[in-house]
């Protein structure tokens, strides 16, 4: 009797964790902001301002698909903690982003040029990156 119920105990405690673990992270998408971030702050920098992705959606030359993703990136990097700076400073220089690139995704006017200026690259990190 002991053979068979010993090993059904860590297998049901399992089973229970990971639906526990399944029912808490697909709930609403609200529930995933107070998660760990979707991206890293390396992450972001590579995918979105390396790679270019912002500048082509500045540009309007990006396609509906690419300005969500270019949203989805600048979300994920305002729920980062920058390694330097103040928190507040970080949260309206990336809000302003993620605004400027939702307005991109409207077709507002003007939208690439305020995107544009929301990345300078040399503010943002002269005030947050490390050294
Ligand atoms: C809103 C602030 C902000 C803006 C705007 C910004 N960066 Fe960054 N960037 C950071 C921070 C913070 C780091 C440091 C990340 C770390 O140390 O984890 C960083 C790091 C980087 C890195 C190094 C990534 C790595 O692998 O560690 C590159 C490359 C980079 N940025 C490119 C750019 C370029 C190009 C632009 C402009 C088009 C830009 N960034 C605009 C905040 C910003």
Do not use: Y
């Not at 729920?79 to 307005?103: F, I, M, Y």
């Amino acid at each position: 009797m002991d053979l068979i119920v010993k090993p059904l105990i860590p297998c049901g405690a399992a089973l229970i964790l990971a639906a526990a673990a399944g029912f808490s992270n697909g709930n609403s998408p609200d529930a995933r902001l107070t998660a760990a971030p979707r991206h890293s702050i390396a992450d972001v920098m590579k995918q979105a301002m390396k790679d270019g992705l912002l500048k082509k959606v500045a540009a309007g030359d990006a396609s509906n698909d690419e300005q969500k993703k270019l949203v989805e990136l600048l979300k994920a990097l305002g729920e980062n903690a920058p390694p330097r700076g103040t928190q507040e400073s970080w949260s309206s220089k990336t809000a302003a982003l993620v605004s400027a690139a939702e307005e991109v995704l409207q077709g507002r006017e003007g939208a690439g040029e305020k995107l544009t200026k929301a990345a300078d690259c040399r503010e943002c990190h002269r005030t947050h990156k490390g050294l």
